[in-house]
């Protein structure tokens, strides 16, 4: 016949609760300590999806048949790296404010600083970093073919 020992149990019960808390409460512990070699003066990248942010600022019909120009203000927050993208037609990039570093597919990263221009030709695929302290903000212009997504993901 199986009996219940309530003290036996109750004990063994707060025993198993008091050991899960230590682990849990030494495991957050540890999750907390920064890995070694890491900097804690410098903040983590942010991701791309919350740290960019697009304002449109213009949309028109070129005189060229099935062209358009589209022009964009882009602000990165400190850290925000851009997937690796491509446009179907030209893009320039004015820096208006901060810090930027730009890796063109097949060409050596370029730093573009507050005033400075970029001319990224069609299909090239590329990226964005704000390597500056704040948040930086370029002017994008796009002339590109009607119809096709403005951004397409390069994997």
Do not use: C
């Not at 304002?55 to 120009?69: A, G, N, Q």
Request: zero cysteines; aromatic letters at 8%; a negative charge.
């Amino acid at each position: 016949m199986f009996r219940f020992d309530f003290p036996k149990t109750a004990g063994s019960l707060g025993l198993a609760v008091a050991a899960a808390t230590f682990v849990a409460f030494t495991g957050f512990a540890q999750a907390q300590e920064a890995p070694i070699g890491v900097d804690q003066s410098v903040p983590a990248a942010k991701s791309w999806q919350t740290g960019l942010h697009r304002t449109d600022l213009l949309h028109r019909d070129l005189d060229v048949p099935e062209r358009e120009v589209i022009q964009v203000r882009v602000d990165f927050e400190p850290g925000v790296v851009s997937p690796k993208h491509a446009h179907p037609g030209v893009e320039v990039a004015y820096v208006l404010d901060g810090t930027f570093e730009y890796q063109l597919e097949g060409q050596p990263p370029v730093t573009l600083k507050t005033g400075d221009s970029l001319y990224i030709p069609a299909g090239v695929a590329h990226v964005a970093k704000n390597v500056g302290a704040n948040t930086g903000s370029e002017l994008a212009t796009y002339i590109v073919k009607k119809g096709p997504a403005l951004v397409e993901i390069v994997k």
